[in-house]
């Protein structure tokens, strides 16, 4: 079984009733162990990846170990970029593997935002890849962006 994407994940939970994990990831003890846990249950999963852990464990062992995920359980598996920042971070992602990008361009101006996000867009979608956006910005702390209760 190949990665699936949310589109079809999301579907199947909505009529089912039910809900689906999304975990962040970073190394081959935590994808086991999510991974693991959720066979016993029969439970779909998102595992996601973020800018840091890519940086960290390197995009193609991350993508390798979510395919041995995927042999040894046969579970559907979305794999996730979590809070990409840029649209060359979410095409690295497409191009490599990802059946899910999250494109935060939150930290830019409102239109410019809009700009990038529509650009992520209809690059994962010429690529069969399911997109999510983070538009305009939440108040508080998160990763290098800081909003007041004001700007948000």
Same mark, same amino acid.
């Given at each position: 079984?190949?990665?699936?994407?949310?589109? #079809?994940?999301?579907?199947?939970? @909505?009529?089912?009733? @039910?809900?689906?994990?999304?975990?962040?990831?970073?190394?081959? *003890? %935590?994808?086991?162990?999510?991974?693991?846990?959720?066979?016993?249950?029969?439970?779909?999963?998102? +595992?996601?990846?973020?800018?840091?852990?890519?940086? @960290?464990?390197?995009?193609?062992? $991350?993508?390798? $170990?979510?395919?041995?995920? %995927?042999?040894?359980?046969?579970?559907?598996?979305? +794999?996730? +970029?979590?809070?990409?920042?840029?649209?060359?971070?979410?095409?690295?992602?497409?191009?490599?593997?990802?059946?899910?990008?999250? %494109?935060?361009?939150?930290?830019?101006?409102?239109? #410019?935002?809009? *700009?990038?996000?529509?650009?992520?867009? #209809? @690059?994962?979608?010429?690529?069969?890849?399911?997109?999510?956006?983070? +538009?305009?910005?939440?108040?508080?702390?998160?990763?290098?962006?800081?909003?007041?209760?004001?700007?948000?």
């Amino acid at each position: 079984m190949p990665l699936v994407t949310t589109k #079809e994940m999301f579907q199947k939970a @909505y009529n089912g009733g @039910y809900a689906i994990g999304a975990f962040n990831v970073n190394n081959m *003890e %935590i994808v086991q162990g999510i991974t693991e846990a959720a066979k016993e249950v029969n439970a779909p999963l998102i +595992l996601q990846v973020s800018k840091g852990a890519r940086a @960290y464990a390197n995009h193609t062992y $991350l993508v390798k $170990l979510v395919e041995a995920a %995927i042999i040894e359980t046969g579970l559907p598996i979305c +794999l996730h +970029l979590d809070h990409g920042d840029s649209f060359e971070t979410c095409k690295s992602c497409i191009d490599g593997g990802f059946t899910s990008v999250m %494109i935060d361009a939150s930290s830019k101006p409102f239109a #410019e935002n809009i *700009e990038i996000t529509k650009k992520v867009v #209809e @690059y994962a979608h010429d690529h069969g890849v399911v997109v999510e956006a983070e +538009l305009g910005a939440l108040a508080g702390v998160e990763d290098e962006v800081n909003v007041s209760a004001a700007d948000s």
